[in-house]
């Protein structure tokens, strides 16, 4: 069953750094979205894309954040100037007009 | 903006028995998704179940179910015959509808279950 990958699984980076996030989104889906989660907190909405431009994109995702999808796979969050806050769990996700969205693993930012 | 509510933190259910999470939600939307999405200790989302707002009948897989009650912005989720994996972080959610648009998830906070022998 098709699935979406994220890499890495876990990023360390310092204050102050900048760090991309990947994902590689199912095949035939068009809509892609970043989500972020706290350690305990809930799953909270960063930006959607579609058609090689950003379709909404929350408060949080100030100017320190970007989105690109270089190519026909790859689908990147790029975060500079990193900072202790910005430390969380970052989900991709993507979907097919109208139906459900799925989840990757996630990729574990901690930030020092 | 569209709120999603889960007021029970935590629940316990035993092997074997039902469970009942809550949610509820707000919008002035008239087509929306709601999902169930459980999250174990891996943190990976996984998607439950879904209900169309347009679709009266409860949508069912295998041994979860929902109750939705639209009129009140209700959304529950029942868990039958409950087992040791099952145990996990329940997350509501909606979606507003307006098929082929990039629409977001709101997420409510959780419910954490617990499964005990």
């Known amino acids: 069953e098709p699935e979406v990958t994220q890499t890495p699984s876990h990023q360390v980076t310092q204050m102050g750094q900048e760090v991309i996030l990947r994902c590689v989104p199912i095949?035939?889906?068009?809509?892609f979205y970043w989500y972020r989660q706290i350690l305990g907190q809930k799953v909270e909405f960063l930006v959607s894309f579609y058609n090689n431009e950003i379709s909404e994109k929350s408060e949080i995702f100030d100017d320190r954040f970007s989105v690109e999808r270089p190519d026909g796979s790859n689908f990147t969050l790029k975060i500079r100037s990193t900072k202790l806050e910005d430390s969380a769990m970052y989900f991709c996700?993507?979907?097919?007009?109208?139906?459900?969205?799925?989840f990757g693993p996630g990729t574990r930012l901690t930030v020092t | 903006a569209q709120t999603v509510t889960q007021s029970q933190p935590e629940m316990s259910v035993q092997e074997a028995e039902t469970v009942t999470l809550s949610c509820t939600y707000d919008t002035s939307e008239s087509d929306y998704y709601l999902f169930w999405y459980k999250q174990p200790p891996s943190r990976q989302m996984i998607l439950v179940i879904r209900?169309?707002?347009?679709?009266?009948q409860n949508a069912t897989e295998n041994r979860f179910s929902v109750n939705f009650q639209k009129a009140a912005k209700s959304f529950s989720l029942k868990i039958s015959d409950s087992q040791l994996g099952d145990a996990a972080m329940y997350f509501c959610?909606?979606?507003?509808?307006?098929?082929?648009?990039?629409?977001?998830?709101?997420f409510g906070t959780g419910t954490r279950l617990q499964v005990t022998l």
């Open positions: 095949s035939n889906h068009l809509y």
């Open positions: 996700a993507s979907t097919r007009a109208g139906y459900e969205q799925y």
């Open positions: 209900q169309e707002a347009y679709k009266q």
């Open positions: 959610a909606y979606r507003r509808g307006n098929t082929g648009t990039a629409s977001k998830l709101t």
